[in-house]
């Protein structure tokens, strides 16, 4: 006596269409007719299921048979676990067309018109006096800001452009050279000492992001907090990178 296999009620298969470039992976009841599995693929490759024509491909990616009975049900078919559906598209979209979200129209409004709503995250921290609308908290970090970037003058104050110097950053050993910038930036608050270290042990050419606030020559330059540099007679040393 021969014995049958019973196929499972459902199926996982994977979909590719002529729209777009990608696969997904899907589970369907093999009860579902071709015309209402037509139906359910709309969701996932955006063609109208009239303008569908599919192909059903093994596990291999070896060819089938078109799935073209629109009565017949899905399981009818040598539909197995792993096998690729692949849909072809005749509504005369071109390939990637869904996936260009440039093409999409975009829903803009006002900042004025936002502020009006109560149900955005801009009016729940209003309420709730959070980050930029927590007026204490942005007057006490206001307050902070400018203690240390009056701490900060103070520091740079003591520090002239040509002096012999020390920087002493953590987590680096002592680097000499020579003061050739105290002042603001553009790149960062605060206030800032440019210097030209005796060995190449910096970053930058006395610019940064296109500015130039000193000259010297690559890799000898930085910038350090005041905080950091120590003014004094200290002498030039040779670490013997030249050698290197």
Known sequence: MEVMGISAPTVTVFISSSLNTFRSEKRYNRSLTIA???????L????????MELEL??????????????DALLGSYP???????HVIDHSGVRLGEYEDVSKVEKYEISQEAYDQRQNTVRSFMKRSKLGPYNEELRAQQEAEAAQRLSEEKAQASAISVGSRCEVRAPGQSPRRGTVMYVG??????GYWIGIRYDEP????????????YFECQAKY?????PSVVTVGDFLEED????EM
Do not use: H, M
């Not at 539909?79 to 690729?84: N, Q, S």
């Not at 330059?221 to 907090?225: D, N, Q, Y």
């Open 36 to 42: 209402e599995f037509k139906c359910k693929l709309e």
């Open 44 to 51: 996932v490759v955006g063609s109208p299921a009239s303008c």
């Open 57 to 70: 491909y093994g596990a291999d990616d070896k060819f089938y048979s078109k799935l073209d009975q629109e």
């Open 79 to 85: 539909v197995d676990d792993g096998c690729r559906i």
């Open 184 to 189: 603001l930036t553009d790149f960062k608050p």
């Open 201 to 212: 042990l910096g970053k930058n050419d006395g610019s940064v992001n296109g500015k130039r």
């Open 221 to 225: 330059g930085a910038f350090v907090k």
């Open 239 to 242: 670490y013997g990178l030249d």
